[in-house]
């Protein structure tokens, strides 16, 4: 598939079928993440993925038995891909002799958070082009999350990403706000 097929493809999908993700498939989305921009090469952002009998178990810990179409639609999904990035990670490299920066520096750009941006997109891309069904969300209870999969405390959730296959009776629909217009959104040479 071309790049620009991948780009129109993508879409935002909240109903899903239960089947199972191929490994290939699961391996080839998990491997396009970590193929993100790292700044520095810091490479402080981590995926948890939780497949079968543990995303049923993601879904016990952050929702509990709170119900909702939108919860039960989710909960289908065979897999859960949870994003984490790691500011200590960054501090720690740029203290490195080769970038010069103290630990405790400021920082005019948060860039853990951009580079797990990244993860995240070039996720949500690799699951279109697998012909694989994703959807990005917000965790709740990010600390029960947390003590329930043994992720470490330096680890700050930057969201969570369903994927499966589409559901047989899920179309594709636009959002109800329109995309923004290229004039509005693109400036060349001046804003």
Same mark, same amino acid.
């Given at each position: 598939m071309?790049? =620009?097929?991948?780009?129109?493809? &993508?879409?935002?999908?909240?109903?899903?079928?239960?089947?199972? *993700?191929?490994?290939?498939?699961? =391996?080839?989305?998990?491997?396009?993440?970590?193929?993100?921009?790292?700044?520095?090469? =810091?490479? %402080? /952002?981590?995926? #948890?993925?939780?497949?079968? %009998?543990?995303?049923?178990?993601?879904?016990? /810990?952050?929702? +509990?038995?709170? +119900? =909702?179409?939108?919860?039960?639609?989710?909960?289908?999904?065979? *897999?859960?891909?949870?994003?984490w990035?790691?500011?200590?990670?960054?501090? &720690?490299?740029?203290? $490195?002799? !080769?970038k +010069?920066?103290? *630990?405790?520096?400021?920082?005019?750009?948060? @860039? @853990?958070?951009? !580079?797990?941006?990244a993860?995240?997109?070039?996720?949500? #891309?690799?699951?279109?082009?697998?012909?694989?069904?994703?959807?990005?969300?917000? /965790? &709740?209870?990010?600390?029960? *999350?947390?003590?329930?999969?043994?992720?470490?405390? $330096?680890?700050?959730?930057? %969201?969570?990403?369903?994927?499966?296959?589409?559901?047989?009776?899920?179309?594709?629909?636009?959002?109800?706000? &329109?995309?923004?217009?290229?004039?509005?959104?693109?400036?060349?040479?001046?804003?």
């Open positions: 071309q790049f =620009s097929e991948v780009l129109q493809r &993508r879409r935002m999908i909240r109903r899903f079928d239960p089947r199972a *993700v191929a490994d290939d498939q699961l =391996s080839a989305v998990l491997e396009a993440g970590l193929r993100a921009p790292s700044a520095g090469f =810091s490479q %402080g /952002v981590s995926l #948890l993925a939780l497949t079968g %009998g543990q995303a049923d178990r993601f879904w016990q /810990v952050s929702a +509990g038995e709170r +119900g =909702s179409r939108w919860l039960d639609d989710m909960r289908q999904a065979p *897999v859960i891909i949870t994003v990035t790691s500011e200590l990670s960054y501090r &720690r490299r740029y203290a $490195e002799p !080769d +010069g920066r103290r *630990v405790d520096a400021v920082w005019e750009v948060p @860039w @853990w958070w951009v !580079d797990a941006g993860v995240i997109e070039n996720l949500l #891309l690799a699951a279109a082009d697998n012909d694989l069904a994703a959807a990005l969300f917000g /965790v &709740r209870g990010i600390e029960q *999350v947390r003590a329930a999969f043994g992720v470490p405390d $330096e680890q700050a959730s930057a %969201g969570a990403i369903a994927l499966g296959h589409r559901a047989p009776d899920e179309t594709p629909r636009g959002s109800a706000t &329109r995309r923004a217009r290229r004039t509005d959104a693109i400036r060349i040479d001046h804003w």
